[in-house]
């Protein structure tokens, strides 16, 4: 079955660290996004691509960065960790390339703690 | 900028008390309105998309209503497996494919 992947699942870094989250999509997607969820704020957008070489800023895009130089992988980088970024982290795929079929497709998360 | 809003943030119900939670949005020309489920430690789960007024969808104990200005996801008669955080989300014509979260209702059903 197709499905879309995070690793690791649980990450213990400390401040100042370049740290780096992998989302690996078998379903063909051209949308990937990867979200961060706080208690308080919900899910809060970071980066997103629309396809190979494609990347865009979301919401909460400082500090991070994101490559995609195939369809199945989306990599999430944090060049300098720190405290602020201890969250949630969710991976998201979606085949729309229009008005609708942009359901997104969550990944299990990544809960990552920078000390 | 687009807003989404649900309420109650947390629902306590007892197992066959129907009730329903509320997804209020302030975009312009929906393009689509998106429910989901997550249970803790989990990724959000889709459920359904809605995209337009007047559209209602259903699956098991789930009926998920919109009009121009919200949603209402209704739950008849739950059980304790309901139990879980329901998100909204919302596509507006100027986002493309991106989706705004409200913050999630926190929903526990008792034995």
């Known amino acids: 079955d197709a499905e879309i992947t995070q690793s690791p699942r649980h990450k213990i870094t400390e401040t100042g660290r370049q740290v780096t989250l992998a989302c690996h999509q078998t379903w063909n997607h051209n949308n990937m996004f990867w979200y961060r969820q706080d208690l308080g704020h919900g899910l809060r957008l970071i980066h997103y691509s629309y396809g190979v070489h494609d990347t865009n800023k979301g919401e909460v895009s400082d500090g991070y960065s994101v490559s995609r130089s195939n369809t199945e992988d989306l990599p999430l980088t944090l060049e300098s960790a720190a405290s602020s970024q201890t969250s949630v982290y969710f991976c998201a795929s979606s085949p729309g390339t229009s008005g609708r079929f942009n359901e997104q497709f969550f990944g299990p998360g990544t809960r990552l703690t920078v000390l | 900028e687009d807003q989404v809003t649900q309420s109650p943030e947390a629902l306590r119900l007892q197992e066959g008390e129907s009730s329903s939670l509320n997804c209020s949005y302030t975009?312009?020309?929906?393009?689509?309105l998106f429910w989901y489920r997550q249970d803790p430690g989990k990724g959000p789960e889709f459920l359904f998309t809605l995209y337009s007024a007047g559209e209602e969808k259903e699956k098991e104990r789930l009926k998920a209503t919109l009009t121009k200005k919200e949603s209402f996801l209704h739950i008849t008669a739950p059980k304790p497996e309901d139990s879980a955080t329901y998100l909204c989300?919302?596509?507006?014509?100027?986002?493309?494919?991106?989706?705004?979260f409200g913050s999630g209702t926190q929903l526990t059903v008792l034995p």
């Open positions: 975009v312009s020309g929906l393009r689509g």
């Open positions: 989300a919302v596509q507006a014509p100027g986002s493309a494919r991106q989706l705004t």
